[in-house]
């Protein structure tokens, strides 16, 4: 079994920063591709941005090229998102989430295991 804990969700003024946290308990994490997604109210889950399995191949949404970074700590079995310039449009919940695959990909049914969700809140 594999469990996501998120963390650093909060609230912050637009042009500000967080960072998103994912400890991932997992023997295999090394192994797995991840991805952070968020769900806004009203809206479907997307994916913001998704890792492969060594941290060498990244993708992200194009709405936060540029502004968010993804990034995997094996060794540490951590999960990041750090989102700099947010908008009040990122608003939303964010989940980590892990695929049993080394492959990076952007759809949210490839993947297997999910956190919980932490709520970021961008105000104007």
């Known amino acids: 079994q594999v469990h996501l804990v998120e963390s650093g969700g909060g609230l912050v003024q637009a042009g500000g920063s967080l960072t998103l946290s994912c400890a991932v308990d997992?023997?295999?994490?090394?192994?797995?591709?991840m991805g952070w997604f968020r769900q806004a109210a009203g809206k479907q889950r997307e994916c913001v941005a998704a890792?492969?399995?060594?941290?060498?191949?990244?993708d992200y949404l194009d709405s936060v090229k540029g502004r968010f970074t993804i990034d995997k700590n094996n060794a540490n079995k951590t999960l990041f998102l750090q989102m700099n310039g947010l908008k009040p449009e990122d608003t939303a919940v964010y989940y980590c989430a892990g695929r049993l695959n080394p492959a990076l990909k952007m759809t949210a049914a490839l993947y297997s295991y999910w956190g919980q969700g932490t709520q970021v809140t961008v105000s104007s």
């Open positions: 997992g023997r295999t994490f090394s192994s797995y591709a």
């Open positions: 890792i492969n399995w060594s941290g060498e191949n990244t």
